[in-house]
């Protein structure tokens, strides 16, 4: 079993930054990839940004350019660093890791971007 705690969530004021992170802790074995999403009031939730084993990374075209997702391998960790924050942006923020091909989800963090 695998469990992901997020921290890093708040209250920020547009054009401010976040970064959020995503801790495993558990039977961490042959980890595959790792991914952020998101989900705002009232809408569904949607994808934000992977980065696999390899350390590729692919991001939603919604925050392309301004945020960055990585991951300390040595500290099972990752990380998704948000600038140029916009009210739109606002939403509970999910992490996922993949480990022996089985997704696990932490419990979200709010991000509220707002003056």
């Known amino acids: 079993q695998v469990q992901l705690v997020e921290s890093g969530g708040g209250l920020v004021q547009p054009g401010g930054s976040l970064r959020l992170s995503c801790a495993a802790s558990?039977?961490?074995?042959?980890?595959?990839?790792m991914g952020w999403y998101r989900q705002g009031p009232g809408k569904q939730r949607e994808w934000v940004a992977t980065?696999?084993?390899?350390?590729?990374?692919s991001y939603a075209d919604s925050v392309k350019g301004r945020f960055t997702i990585s991951r300390d391998n040595a500290k099972n960790t990752g990380y998704l660093q948000m600038n140029n924050l916009n009210p739109e942006d606002t939403a509970v923020y999910y992490c996922?890791?993949?480990?022996?091909?089985?997704?696990?989800w932490g419990q979200g963090t709010q991000v509220t971007v707002s003056s």
């Open positions: 996922t890791q993949t480990y022996e091909r089985r997704a696990y």
């Open positions: 558990g039977r961490l074995f042959n980890f595959n990839d």
């Open positions: 980065i696999t084993r390899g350390v590729a990374t």
